[in-house]
């Protein structure tokens, strides 16, 4: 048996409310389902698993707030694939997910029938247990209709008179990412606030920054994304984002002196380069999830991570993965109008590149005078850990890849 | 499909897109991108919306003609084709 426990979902987190579960016992998870969504205060974090095998135990009930580090579910592993370490998305800093302990000999119980359920306990799904408490329906009186015979909301509604909803709970629909539903409540957006105000203020009070700023002539890379759009089905399409990030990933990548963290007064370069996005809500505030790895990515790859993510954050539900510390952050303000961001930079991170608006300008080149669609890229950058040299070659590098973009 | 269903059609991948917006205040002559804040990523979805329900292939080279409800709905209903007589 292991244990499923409350993860840390960024460094300043040290409870975290049940919300939902998205299992129940008996279920079979894979590596990397989601089986829990979260309240951090922060935002809804859609929590996955990283060990197959079968839910035991749900021990925690939605709507309780517990420690992080508190064992939330228990599960039978798959016997065949014994604890398997924590795949490279997972939130490096945390203790995250089912602790991997030594195997236990196979339980002699099958699936389905997990030794030390409560044998009375009635099946439900949370919703309708969270439905149930609050239209005071008992739940081992209720005919259940869902799987297993497991009570769903909608059997506690007709149990207590009420009628159904016209359209089903966002809990119980297959694919909760064609909910439509507001992101955020004023009370999320005020906390959201002032955890913003308490992270910046701590950067400008820590961080000595310095900025630098270059134009980049963007002729061939727009030239070369309407063709490959051209080409890609309407699905597949890349944005000039996905350009830049790549850009800036591959800088990173070969710069590590700007991707990292200033820890006790020294500059720790990050393991892999993990970049953050800012990704504006449009009821106000932000949030800065995290694509892992981002250097590995093919322009592609990081449109699809690029738009799920940007979904997910408008929703108000990120995935645990998404939480988990960047090294660096992009901030993409092209869609507002202004040609140059120079950012305050996310503590514990050393730099933040900022991209404003793309422009039609004079430009010369050999002597020639024409016309060209140029961006202006700025890199905000901590004095403590890189000098302007460094910083210099990092965003020529960073125009140079977005100059390049067909380029492996 | 006539063009109050594209209009329909639209709006409902618009209400999607911008869930909080309040759609019945949207002027159909203005621009979309002002009045609700679309970015370009949310643009991308409508058109990948649209083409989900409708087949429709959106080029690229076509996005200004997107820029309000009236000309959207205008050149979808060039682009898709009519039912009826």
């Given at each position: ?179 439509p539903?507001?992101a ?38 727009l030239?070369?994304l309407?063709?490959?759009n051209?080409?890609?089905?309407v699905?597949?399409r890349l944005l000039l984002a996905a ?35 800012v990704i504006a809500l449009r009821g106000g505030?932000l ?19 690029l738009r799920?993510?940007t979904g997910?954050a408008r ?16 901030t993409n303000l092209g869609d507002t109008g202004v040609e140059?961001v ?13 991209f404003g608006r793309v422009t039609e ?12 669609p140029?961006v ?33 | ?5 594209i209009r329909?059609l639209v709006l409902e991948a618009l209400a999607a897109i911008a869930p909080e917006a309040d759609l019945g205040s949207l002027d159909p002559r203005e621009d979309l991108r002002e009045q609700l804040e679309i970015d370009s990523m949310d643009l991308l979805n409508l058109v990948i919306r649209v083409h ?6 959106i080029p690229e080279a076509d996005y200004p003609k997107l820029a309000t409800l009236d000309s959207a709905v205008a050149y979808l ?9």
């Amino acid at each position: 048996m292991s244990e499923f426990r409350m993860p840390s979902l960024g460094a300043d987190m040290d409870y975290g409310t049940v919300l939902e579960w998205r299992v129940r016992p008996g279920d079979r998870v894979r590596r990397g389902d989601v089986i829990v969504l979260v309240d951090t205060d922060k935002a809804e974090i859609e929590v996955e698993i990283w060990e197959g095998g079968v839910v035991e135990r749900i021990l925690v009930e939605p709507g309780q707030k517990v420690p992080v580090g508190t064992v939330l579910a228990t599960l039978q592993p798959d016997a065949q694939a014994p604890a398997a370490p924590e795949p490279r998305t997972t939130p490096a800093p945390a203790p995250v997910a089912a602790a991997p302990p030594a195997p236990e000999p196979p339980a002699p119980a099958p699936p389905g029938t997990p030794a030390g359920r409560e044998p009375a306990r009635t099946r439900a799904t949370p919703l309708a247990r969270r439905l149930a408490a609050e239209l005071g329906v008992e739940l081992a009186r209720t005919e259940g209709t869902g799987p297993g015979g497991a009570v769903t909301a909608d059997d506690v509604r007709r149990a207590a008179g009420a009628p159904a909803p016209a359209r089903p709970e966002p809990a119980e629909r297959a694919e909760p990412a064609e909910v439509p539903r507001a992101a955020l409540s004023p009370e999320r957006v005020a906390a959201m606030r002032r955890r913003i105000a308490a992270g910046m203020e701590r950067s400008k009070r820590e961080i000595p920054h310095y900025y630098l700023e270059t134009q980049i002539d963007l002729s061939r890379t727009l030239a070369w994304l309407s063709t490959e759009n051209l080409r890609r089905p309407v699905t597949d399409r890349l944005l000039l984002a996905a350009l830049q990030l790549r850009a800036v990933a591959r800088a990173a990548a070969e710069l590590p002196a700007l991707s990292g963290h200033w820890v006790e007064g020294g500059f720790r370069p990050g393991a892999g380069v993990h970049v953050g996005i800012v990704i504006a809500l449009r009821g106000g505030g932000l949030l800065v999830p995290t694509l892992r790895d981002a250097d590995r990515l093919d322009a592609g790859e990081l449109m699809r991570a690029l738009r799920e993510v940007t979904g997910r954050a408008r929703r108000g539900t990120l995935r645990g993965a998404d939480v988990s510390e960047a090294t660096i952050t992009v901030t993409n303000l092209g869609d507002t109008g202004v040609e140059t961001v120079l950012g305050v930079i996310h503590p514990p991170q050393v730099a933040l590149v900022g991209f404003g608006r793309v422009t039609e300008r004079p430009w010369a080149e050999a002597g020639v005078l024409g016309v060209r669609p140029v961006v202006t890229a700025s890199l905000s950058a901590d004095h403590r850990a890189s000098d302007g040299q460094r910083g210099a070659r990092f965003l020529a590098l960073v125009a140079r890849t977005l100059q390049n973009p067909g380029q492996a | 499909m006539t063009d109050d269903e594209i209009r329909s059609l639209v709006l409902e991948a618009l209400a999607a897109i911008a869930p909080e917006a309040d759609l019945g205040s949207l002027d159909p002559r203005e621009d979309l991108r002002e009045q609700l804040e679309i970015d370009s990523m949310d643009l991308l979805n409508l058109v990948i919306r649209v083409h989900e329900r409708t087949g429709a292939e959106i080029p690229e080279a076509d996005y200004p003609k997107l820029a309000t409800l009236d000309s959207a709905v205008a050149y979808l209903a060039a682009r898709l084709p009519r039912r009826g007589p």
